[in-house]
């Protein structure tokens, strides 16, 4: 073990996670509509991309799937590149089995029904068509109740209103360990911006996080992470 | 014109569009749904970006209005942003009178009727709601048949089929003096790319101009712009 020998005196911090495999998504997804239009989701994927590195930085072997973006591939993380929610489900469950999934990534509830090869034409005197939707696949429920569920799961609830409440429901239904619950109201300034202020909401109950640095939030989720998955049998 | 004179040492070109003022629009629009979704278009800004520029390079005041894009503001321009599509119209009505307008962005035809101020939820066991689109405000129509008109009104037809005969009807329903057409098909890879191939339609017939880099594109548009409107009355 040189390598992870120099890993660490490079580092100098613990690994609590050397060997264990994490999938993180991060970033909005993009439905297309037609060949120039698309519905997509307010998310930087700051984020998603911070929790990858602070993972990593604890030793885990970490894949990232990340929607469109314009920040940088965190260093040390393989990252997958995708556009719409089906193919970011796709790409999460190649990467299976995993110690730890972390969904973060705002992935669109609906894609557009039939999305169009050509261009819609607008066709002057004539109502716009209404835009038909169909549900797009649920990753962290899908994740959360698949035959090789990682031991933890954690999903993140963005909401704006009732957030602690749409949270607890989230933790069942989708069969989430943790979810991460943060206000996204415009006022907030969290979309795009580089603070969060979330609340971990788990059978045990609800932990209100102060306002951080979303760097912190990473750091200090990734450590919780690590001490749960060390407490599970 | 001390001052011009040190601008054109500095350039070394020719500035026929001196105590010229054009204004351009670059980018897409992105029409929210609510709080955490919009509708949005394939648009880098890098065309319109590069048009702004080269008008200014001729010596045009050049007011460029630009959507979301990842692309700095070009030097030696007023760069005004906007999202929405309403806001695009009214920070070039606002930009107005000018000798030249060249609408270049990518303008969301369609916003939401009813654009959400609490996050749309997904209801389990319900199909989604379809989106209601209303028309949004025609940028380019509106300028071309302004009562403070621009002597020269250029626009851009993005599209995917009968390229030709679609920018030929733009040309006297829009009320522009040029359309520049291209074809944005994705097999193209003129979306987000640097390369563009477009076809100038005027009332004197067709110009199909090779594969050209965007840059291109922009000096030889300025360029055409700048003896088209010193062939006016």
Redesign the interface.
């Known amino acids: 073990e040189i390598a992870a020998a120099a890993e660490r005196m490079l580092d100098g911090g613990p690994r609590p996670l050397a060997g264990k495999k994490a999938i993180v998504t991060s970033g909005p997804t ?1 439905e297309p ?1 037609d ?9 930087s994927g700051r984020q998603g991309h911070a929790i990858a590195a602070a993972l990593a930085k604890l030793g885990a072997d970490v894949t990232l799937v990340s929607g469109p973006v ?1 920040i940088p591939d965190p260093a040390g993380v393989t990252t997958v590149h995708v556009e719409r929610a089906e193919e970011m489900l796709a790409a999460v469950v190649a990467a299976l089995p995993a110690d730890i999934a972390v969904m973060v990534a ?1 992935v ?3 894609r557009v029904a039939a999305a169009g090869t ?3 034409k ?1 066709k ?1 005197g004539e ?9 797009n696949p649920d990753i962290l429920k899908t994740i959360g109740h698949h035959a090789d569920r990682p031991k933890l799961v954690v999903g993140f609830a ?4 009732d957030v602690e409440a749409n949270a607890r429901e989230k933790l069942t ?1 989708k069969g989430a360990d943790l979810i991460v619950a943060n206000d ?3 006022a907030t300034g969290i ?1 795009g911006g580089s603070r969060n202020s979330v609340r971990i909401v788990s059978r045990d109950g609800v932990d209100a996080w102060p306002d951080l640095a979303k760097a912190e939030v990473a750091t200090r989720l990734a450590a919780l992470i690590a001490e749960r998955l060390a407490a599970l049998p």
Do not use: G
């Open positions: 993009h509509i060949p120039v239009r698309y519905i997509a989701n307010r998310s314009e705002a669109a509830d609906w050509q261009k819609i607008k002057p109502a716009p068509p209404p835009l038909l939707l169909a549900e963005a909401e704006t209103q239904r996204v109201s415009p979309m």
